[in-house]
Structures are given as structure tokens and as C-alpha cells.
């Protein structure tokens, strides 16, 4: 293994890790966040289902041999991330529009944070940029 092939394939590896252990934060702070209100709508599982689907197939990453199956199947994993992330954008701002103060910034301030599911899109494009490095690492 050339020196040049083994460095990609550690920088995509490092750049999955710091993904790996984002969507654990995200799973963790999803879950303990929305239990404060003990996760009343429905929607407030999305976000904690999602990070852990993604904890898990990053995980695999690390474990095993990967396949040009797997490759597919977790990019669809981490593009599901930018939608979720996307539609809490939606969900907060809907939340903070009809809150129990007559301020929209104190609903952002007191409530849902409009744009704390953004942090799932950038895991997303973080992710995908260390599967394409270890990827390129290993056919190089």
C-alpha cells in the first residue's frame, strides 16, 4: 500500500469517525431533548430513529468488509439524514409559529431551536465525504 493510498484511506476514515460520533451526539441530545416534553407528538421519534439507523451503518464501516452494496445502502442512510434534518426545520418552525408566547423569539428561545436539525444534514455531507475518501483510499 503506497503511502499516498494509505493516507486517503485514514482521512476518510477519521472524517467517518467524527460523523459516527456526530449522529451519537444527535441521537443522544434527540432523545433526551424531546423527553423533556415526554416526546408527545409522534414526530419527535423521527430524529432519534434516524441517528441511530446512521450510528449503526457507520458502525459497520469500521467492523467489517464493506461491499459495493453496502456503499449504496448507506449513502441512502445519510441522504435520509439531510430529509429528516430538513423536515425538523419544518416541524421547529411550526412548533415556534403556534408556541404559548405571543413572541415567535421567545417560542425560539424557550422551545424548539428552528435550526438544531440542521446538524443532520452537515453529519450528512461529513459522512458522505469520508465514505467517499476511505472509499478512494481502498481502490487506489
Not at 419527535?44 to 439507523?53: F, G, K, N, R, Y
Not at 459495493?68 to 442512510?77: D, E, I, S
Given at each position: 500500500?503506497?503511502?499516498?493510498?494509505?493516507?486517503?484511506?485514514?482521512?476518510g476514515?477519521?472524517?467517518a469517525?467524527?460523523?459516527?460520533?456526530?449522529?451519537?451526539?444527535?441521537?443522544?441530545?434527540?432523545?433526551?431533548?424531546?423527553?423533556?416534553?415526554?416526546?408527545f407528538?409522534?414526530?419527535?421519534?423521527?430524529?432519534?430513529?434516524?441517528?441511530?439507523?446512521a450510528?449503526?451503518?457507520?458502525?459497520?464501516?469500521?467492523?467489517?468488509?464493506?461491499t459495493?452494496?453496502?456503499?449504496?445502502?448507506?449513502?441512502?442512510?445519510l441522504?435520509l439524514?439531510?430529509?429528516?434534518?430538513?423536515?425538523?426545520?419544518?416541524?421547529?418552525?411550526?412548533?415556534?409559529?403556534?408556541?404559548?408566547?405571543?413572541?415567535?423569539?421567545?417560542?425560539?428561545?424557550?422551545r424548539?431551536?428552528?435550526?438544531?436539525?440542521?446538524l443532520?444534514?452537515?453529519l450528512?455531507?461529513l459522512?458522505?465525504?469520508?465514505?467517499?475518501?476511505?472509499?478512494?483510499?481502498?481502490?487506489?
Open positions: 500500500m503506497s503511502i499516498r493510498r494509505a493516507a486517503r484511506l485514514y482521512r476514515r477519521d472524517a469517525a467524527l460523523a459516527l460520533g456526530g449522529f451519537f451526539g444527535n441521537f443522544v441530545l434527540s432523545l433526551t431533548d424531546h423527553a423533556e416534553n415526554g416526546s407528538h409522534w414526530t419527535e421519534w423521527i430524529p432519534v430513529a434516524s441517528s441511530s439507523l450510528v449503526g451503518f457507520l458502525l459497520v464501516f469500521f467492523f467489517t468488509v464493506t459495493r452494496r453496502y456503499w449504496k445502502m448507506c449513502v441512502g442512510v441522504l439524514q439531510a430529509v429528516v434534518g430538513l423536515a425538523g426545520l419544518l416541524f421547529h418552525a411550526e412548533a415556534d409559529l403556534r408556541g404559548p408566547s405571543m413572541s415567535f423569539f421567545q417560542n425560539v428561545v424557550d424548539a431551536p428552528p435550526f438544531a436539525p440542521l443532520l444534514p452537515n450528512m455531507v459522512g458522505l465525504i469520508g465514505l467517499w475518501a476511505a472509499r478512494e483510499g481502498e481502490a487506489a
